[in-house]
């Protein structure tokens, strides 16, 4: 457990200091107010599918003992963690680059798309985790009810 609040933990600093990072690189740079860059979205992506999922997690783990399937937990762990700092770093990227006028590549979406397919992933073992807990919780809810 101790595990998950300290990921959570560091996805709340870099979503807050991505978010600084966008409002201070675009201003520096002279970058126009109304034009998009994926910089805007970094810290939110940070935020919501690192620091707020993973204490999601957390309430399950403390709900179903999710860690207990081991290698499969680790599993889960480690493909949404990548894909989560995959799909961020990519869109970190190719913001700077808008801002600098520099043109992307489809290797950066490529990329990008990698992050997010590990992210999806790693929600489907995570899916596969918790329906297994939840059976053998399940299991464990009868035979009390029937003893």
């Not at 979503?15 to 966008?22: E, K, W």
């Not at 493909?79 to 190719?94: D, K, R």
């Amino acid at each position: 457990m101790r595990k998950l609040v300290n990921f959570s933990f560091i996805y709340m600093i870099l979503g807050v200091a991505s978010g600084l990072f966008y409002r201070e690189f675009t201003k520096i740079n002279d970058f126009p107010e109304d034009q998009w860059t994926q910089l805007s979205v970094v810290h939110t992506h940070f935020l919501i599918l690192g620091f707020v999922m993973l204490l999601l997690v957390l309430l399950l783990e403390k709900a179903f003992a999710l860690s207990k399937h081991g290698k499969l937990f680790a599993w889960f762990m480690g493909t949404y963690n990548a894909g989560v700092i995959l799909t961020a770093g990519m869109q970190l990227t190719h913001g700077i680059m808008t801002v600098l006028g520099v043109e992307s590549s489809k290797m950066i979406s490529g990329i990008a798309g990698l992050g997010h397919m590990s992210i999806t992933a790693g929600m489907v073992l995570l899916f596969v985790i918790l329906r297994r807990s939840v059976s053998e919780n399940k299991n464990f809810e009868e035979a009390a009810v029937t003893n």
